[in-house]
C-alpha cells in the first residue's frame, strides 16, 4: 500500500504524534510525507517527500487566531497551482493531519481521504464543548479539513471514530516518579509573569520551560529552561504535577502519567475551551480564560488537586487499525470530483 501522509506544520504536535505514528503506519506499505506549513520549531524525523509552505495558523499576541495573517499569506493562483499539483491520485491511501491543501486536492481530484488527529474529533457532536460557542471556532474545526473519513484522537472515547491520544514511545513505557518539583510549560506567558505569580508560593521547586530562555538560570525555587523535548520530558515523568495550556499532547502525557493538572486555556484558542470542557469531565481542574492567573489558584491546586489517570497505551494499534480498514475500503472507490471554488468552500 502507498499512503501519502499530510502533517500539519503549525506548533509542534502534529510532527511529534506523526514522528510517533510513523512506525505503524509503515508496518501496512510505504509512507510519503507531506509537511505542510512554516511556524514549527520541531525537527521532523520524517520521510517528507513534499514540502509546502501551505497554510500556516497564525496567533496574535492574545493568543487567538491571527485570521487576516491566515487568510492573506498566499497568493491565490500559486496555492491552486500546488494544489492542482498535489499528486494524491498517486496513492492507495490519503492520511490528512489538518493540512488545508491536501483536503481541497482530494475534492478537487475526486480522491478518498481520512482526516485523522486531535482536529478530527470536533467533526462529531459528542465531542465536549464549552457552555458558549464561537461559530468561527466551529468553522475552523470542522470545516478547514473536509474529508470522506474522519478519526479523531482526544482524552476520552466519545464516538466510536474516536480513540485515546497517541503518546509517545518514552512516555508510555516510562515509570513515573512523585518528585518534589511541579513542572511548568505556558509559552503564552512571558518569564516576568510566571516570576510574579510562581515567586511569592512557598513549598516545590517550579522547573518552568520557556520560550524566552536560551540558558537554564535559577532564581529562588524557580528553574527556568529552554524548551527541548529530552529535558521537558525527563520533568515531567519526575513531577509531582504540572501546570500547563489546555491543549492537547502535554495534558494527555501527563494523564498518562498519572500527574495532577492544571490546564489554562490560552485566551482566543477556541479549541483549547473545547478542551478544557473535555478536562472537566475528567475531573481536571481549568481555569477560564476570562480569569486572570492569579497565586492562590495555584496554591489551591497544589493542596487539593486530584490525581487522575488514563491509560492510553493500546491507542496507536485500536487507531491504526481502524486506519486501515478504512483505507483498504476506500481503495475502491473514489468521492467524486468537486470544481476549484467548492474544494476550497467551508
Known sequence: MKIFYAVQATGNGHISRAMTLLPHLQQWGTVDVFLSGNNSHLTPQLP????????????NNAGGLDYPKI???RNPLELFKEIKELPVKKYDLVINDFDFLTSAACRLQGVSSVHFGHQASFHYPETPRPVHRQWHGELLLKDYVQATHHIGLH???????IFGAIIKEEIVQATPVNGSHVT???PACSDWAL???LTPING???????????VPYREGHLQFRPIE?????????????IICGAGFETPAEALQLGKKILAIPIKGQYEQYCNAAALNRLGIK?????????THHITDWLEKAPLVQVDYSRSIQESVEHLMAIGINSTTSAAPPVTWQEACAP
Do not use: M, W
Open 229 to 241: 523535548q529530552a529535558a521537558f520530558n525527563q520533568s515531567l515523568i519526575g513531577c509531582s504535577g
Open 48 to 59: 517528507v517527500r513534499y514540502r509546502s509552505r501551505g497554510i500556516s495558523l497564525y496567533y
Open 286 to 294: 481549568t481555569l477560564p480564560p476570562s480569569q486572570p492567573i492569579e
Open 184 to 186: 511548568v510549560y505556558l
Open 195 to 197: 516570576k510574579r505569580l
Open 71 to 73: 487568510a492573506f499569506q
Open 204 to 214: 516545590p521547586l517550579f522547573e518552568i520551560f520557556s520560550r524566552e530562555t536560551k
Open 155 to 161: 482524552f476520552e472515547k466519545y464516538h466510536s471514530s
